[in-house]
Nanobody, 125 residues
Framework: QVQLVESGGGLVQPGGSLRLSCAAS????????IGWIRQAPGKEREVVSY????????KYADSVKGRFTISRDSAKNTVYLQMNSLGPEDTAIYYC??????????????????WGQGTQVTVSS
C-alpha cells in the first residue's frame, strides 16, 4: 500500500526555519515526481515546490523561490523541504504528494495521485 508520511512541522517565529520530511512506504519514491502542497485556511491549495522522479528538475512557486529548497534522499526514501526566512504568510498545512502520471512534476494539485496526511506549519511571534 502506498503511504506518505510528513513530519517536521511546528510553530516557528518569523524569520525562522523548518525542514519538512516526506517518508514513503510501500513504494520507491524514485519512481514518482514529488510535490509539496500547502493549504492555508480559506485559501486554495498551492504547490510550492516539486522535484522530478530523477531529481534532476526542481521547481518553486514565486511565493517561496529563494527561501525553500526541495531535495530527495533515495537511500532513505525521503523527500525534504527546507524552509528558510519563514513569514506568517507561510502558515498552512503542508502536504507531500506523489504523481505517477507526471514524471517531471506539476504545479497543479489535481495531478498528484497519492497524498500524505499533512503537517501543520505555523509562523507566529
Amino acid at each position: 500500500q502506498v503511504q506518505l508520511v510528513e513530519s517536521g512541522g511546528g510553530l516557528v517565529q518569523p524569520g525562522g526555519s523548518l525542514r519538512l520530511s516526506c517518508a514513503a512506504s510501500g513504494f520507491p519514491l524514485d519512481y514518482y515526481a514529488i510535490g509539496w502542497i500547502r493549504q492555508a485556511p480559506g485559501k486554495e491549495r498551492e504547490v510550492v515546490s516539486y522535484i522530478s522522479y530523477t531529481g534532476g528538475t526542481t521547481k518553486y512557486a514565486d511565493s517561496v523561490k529563494g527561501r525553500f529548497t526541495i531535495s530527495r534522499d533515495s537511500a532513505k526514501n525521503t523527500v525534504y523541504l527546507q524552509m528558510n526566512s519563514l513569514g506568517p504568510e507561510d502558515t498552512a498545512i503542508y502536504y507531500c504528494a506523489a504523481s505517477e502520471r507526471y514524471y517531471s512534476g506539476s504545479f497543479y494539485p489535481y495531478e498528484y495521485d497519492y497524498w500524505g496526511q499533512g503537517t501543520q506549519v505555523t509562523v507566529s511571534s
